[in-house]
């Protein structure tokens, strides 16, 4: 079974997404690690749509139109599509974050690093009909 979700680009969108993905995913009988490792993919994914993106032409004020997020399991692995309307950005070619010192204050900007680091074949394409498809695959063994 494959689970098919609209995610508000919003805090509480991110919550309800991570939250239904979760839900999902121990009712596919997913191993907990995955599980986890699915939940904290799924929060970085969206919350730098929340964080940091921009939508073109999108009137002052008007809500974004909801990210689609996809997730399948098979071969102990779990499958991951996110589809946004966002302005293009591909998440495999940015640049690593400098990692914090001690004295560093700044809250964030390690959340694509953590999504290299916990997954596996990380594809990015801008759509031809406006939405971008970034896709990854998680599994134990990464």
């Given amino acids: 079974m494959t689970l098919r979700l609209e995610v508000p680009i919003s805090l509480a ?10 839900a999902w995913a121990e009712g596919q009988g997913v191993p907990p690690a995955l599980v986890l490792r699915l939940r904290l993919v799924v929060e970085e994914l969206v919350a730098n749509l929340v964080e940091h993106a921009a939508w073109p032409g999108l009137p002052q004020g008007e809500a974004p139109p909801p990210a689609r997020l996809e997730a399948g399991f098979e071969s102990g692995r779990l499958r991951l599509v996110l589809f946004d309307a966002a302005r293009p950005f591909d998440p495999i070619t940015a640049p690593e974050a400098a990692a914090p010192s001690l004295d560093d204050d700044r809250v964030g900007g390690l959340g694509l690093a953590l999504v290299r680091r916990m997954s ?3 594809a990015y394409a801008p759509g031809q009909d406006g939405w971008n498809r970034t896709s990854l695959f998680i599994s134990e063994t990464h």
């Fill in 120 to 122: 596996r074949d990380l």
């Fill in 13 to 22: 969108g991110l919550e309800a997404a991570q939250d239904a993905a979760e």
